[in-house]
Each structure stands twice: as C-alpha cells, then as structure tokens.
C-alpha cells in the first residue's frame, strides 16, 4: 500500500494510513490476500504521530520500515492499551498463514 493520498477515497489521509482505502480493497474488491505498506520509515508519512499503530489499524497486515525499533514499542504499547485490538492482530496473522500456506 503506497502513502499516495487519493482524495476521492480519503482526502485526509495517505492510502496506507487509510481505513477507508483498506474496506474498499477488503470489502468492495474482495481482497483477501496480505496488505503490507511502503516502507513507513522513509519520510513520506515521518510526521505523523504513532505512524505505525494507524497502519496497522488501517487494516495492514505487514509493515515495511527500517526503523524496527520504533515499529515495534508503538505496536506493544498500543496492544497493551488496547489501541489495537485482538481482532485486528489475528485477522493480520490469518492472511499471512494463508500466504504461507499453513491454513
């Protein structure tokens, strides 16, 4: 998912920050596959805040950086406070498996 921002589809947000982007590919589109964004570390969305718990809660499944760390205490921290949900963890692990072949 690239962070070019579609302003018929979101105007306030780029397409791998936006849940919008994401229903149309699952639910209009039917895609099932695994959704992963460009690499977030790479200055195109650098200024916005917790960056990597909105992608995820965008609705992708794999999040492309270099900057690891970050990635990683932002996820924890959100899971841990229930900013991302169960939910949302599990239907990321499910297309993953599926693409590995393991469901």
Partial sequence: MSHNTVKGLDSENPASL???????????????????????????????????????????????????ITAFNQILDAVKSGEISEETLNNAVEHILRLKGLM
């Fill in 18 to 68: 936006s849940p919008a982007v994401h229903d149309i590919l699952r639910n209009e589109l039917g895609f099932d596959g695994v959704i992963m964004t460009d690499d977030i570390a790479m200055g195109a969305v650098a200024d916005v805040e917790n960056v990597y718990v909105k992608a995820v809660n965008a609705g992708n499944d794999l999040l492309i950086t270099t900057d690891y």
